[in-house]
C-alpha cells in the first residue's frame, strides 16, 4: 500500500481544502491512461471496488489494483523542483513483472 510521509498528507490535506473537496474525501492514485506511465491523483468520494486502500483517519487513501500491482508499497513524498513541489513515488520493493 502507499503511504504518505507526514509533509505529502499535509500537503494533500490542504490541497483537498483548497479546492472545496469535503474532509471525509480520499485521494486515489492511479494510472493516468490504460498503458502510459505516470501515476495521478484524485480526491475522491469512495475506492474504486478493486483499490488498496490505506491511510488515515485524516485522509484516507486508494490504490488503483493494476498501479499497485506494477508499483508495490511506495512511499509518496513532495519534493522541491526549481521551487514547484513534485510529487515522488519511492518504491519499498522492485515492481511485480
Avoid: C, W
Avoid at 31 to 50: K, M
Amino acid at each position: 500500500m502507499f503511504s504518505l510521509t507526514p509533509a505529502a498528507a499535509s500537503a494533500m490535506i490542504s490541497a483537498r481544502s483548497d479546492i472545496g473537496m469535503p474532509d471525509d474525501y480520499g485521494i486515489r492514485f492511479f494510472a493516468p491512461i490504460e498503458g502510459q506511465p505516470g501515476v495521478t491523483f484524485d480526491f475522491v468520494e469512495a475506492p474504486e471496488p478493486d483499490d488498496s486502500l490505506g491511510g488515515s483517519s485524516k485522509l484516507r487513501t486508494y490504490v488503483d489494483a493494476g498501479l499497485h500491482r506494477d508499483l508495490g508499497d511506495a512511499t509518496v513524498d513532495f519534493q522541491e523542483l526549481d521551487g514547484n513541489a513534485e510529487l515522488v513515488i519511492r518504491p519499498h520493493r522492485e515492481a511485480r513483472r
